[in-house]
């Protein structure tokens, strides 16, 4: 995979889409921070031949202490942005998001003028967990948000309704994460109490409801013991972008490496410092975008006028 260098941006504006064949087009991922880019990861791995734009919304972040309402106006607005810049999928690589505001998503993919697949985290997970328990007894970790949405309890008992979920609310697990490496002993024990419940359920199956929390699976893996297996979304979710894309023949043909960028609305290089640890590749470079500057200005191009991005070279 190609980061920025070499990624020609294509020009777009409010009333037109990107001319392009639809297989050649990007696949568009976001999330609140950069815990999407353990989801991110996944894709580049399974998909080398796509191509790819990230866009964070560091700005606003965490997304987990935010109500329904909020959720999904976020959403709706980086939706906007990503599909008027040509996206093929856009992947909802946020749970928060994927509870509060799937359905508004649909919706507006629906009314697309170009043709946008639209995949999510929640449901490939909770399919996952369901396949994989053998007790019946499943434990969610996740940001209050999600875990208030019930999104997870209503997939988990749509697929089997004997399947029993513990749901735990995790209010500072992101937060600590996005906030950077190492640990100390505090954010040990903090872990440690939000596993706890989980524990005393007897649960055998864990599904990690925030892309952030894949950085601390080791961690979870040694309080929760070897034999609870861990479902996140990284891995599922790049098998259903596949999946999709072969079954719309959207599979970019090319024969080789593709190129992937990097958004965000907070500050590019704080997203460069941290997003390379959870990507585990080099990102190139990271540009800073307003999205409310975006959605109030007709015909906008979706590009921050003042280009206050951070220019990184890959390793």
């Not at 964070?56 to 109500?67: C, E, I, L, N, Q």
């Not at 607005?77 to 946020?94: D, E, S």
């Not at 919706?107 to 697309?112: D, R």
Request: aromatic share 6%.
């Amino acid at each position: 995979m190609r980061p920025l260098q070499g990624f020609r941006r294509p020009r777009v504006c409010e009333h037109c889409a990107v001319e392009q064949p639809d297989a050649q087009r990007p696949i568009a991922v976001f999330d609140s921070g950069v815990g999407g880019l353990t989801v991110l990861h996944e894709l580049l791995v399974r998909l080398p031949a796509e191509d790819f734009v990230y866009l964070g919304d560091t700005a606003r972040f965490p997304y987990g202490d935010k109500s329904a309402a909020q959720l999904e106006r976020f959403a709706l607005q980086i939706a906007r942005r990503l599909i008027a810049a040509g996206a093929k999928m856009l992947v909802v690589a946020c749970n928060a998001a994927t509870s509060a505001a799937l359905p508004a998503l649909a919706a507006f993919v629906a009314e697309s003028r170009r043709r946008v697949e639209l995949v999510a985290v929640v449901e490939p997970e909770s399919q996952l967990a369901v396949q994989t328990t053998r007790s019946g007894r499943v434990g969610l970790l996740a940001t209050p948000a999600t875990v208030t949405s019930g999104s997870y309890a209503a997939a988990v008992a749509g697929l089997d309704p004997a399947v029993q979920l513990t749901s735990v609310a995790c209010p500072d697990l992101a937060p600590i994460i996005q906030g950077g490496f190492p640990f100390d002993q505090r954010v040990v024990d903090t872990v440690r109490s939000y596993c706890e419940p989980l524990r005393a359920a007897g649960v055998d199956t864990v599904i990690l409801g925030c892309t952030h929390y894949p950085l601390v699976r080791p961690l979870l893996q040694r309080i929760l013991g070897p034999g609870v297996g861990l479902v996140f979304s990284g891995d599922v979710l790049a098998a259903e972008v596949e999946r999709r894309l072969a079954a719309d023949e959207l599979l970019n043909p090319r024969d080789g490496e593709g190129n992937y960028r990097f958004e965000c609305t907070g500050d590019p290089h704080a997203f460069l410092a941290l997003g390379t640890r959870f990507l585990q590749m080099p990102l190139g470079g990271v540009e800073r975008v307003d999205l409310d500057r975006v959605e109030g200005v007709e015909g906008a191009d979706g590009v921050d006028p003042t280009r206050t991005g951070a220019r990184g070279r890959a390793a």
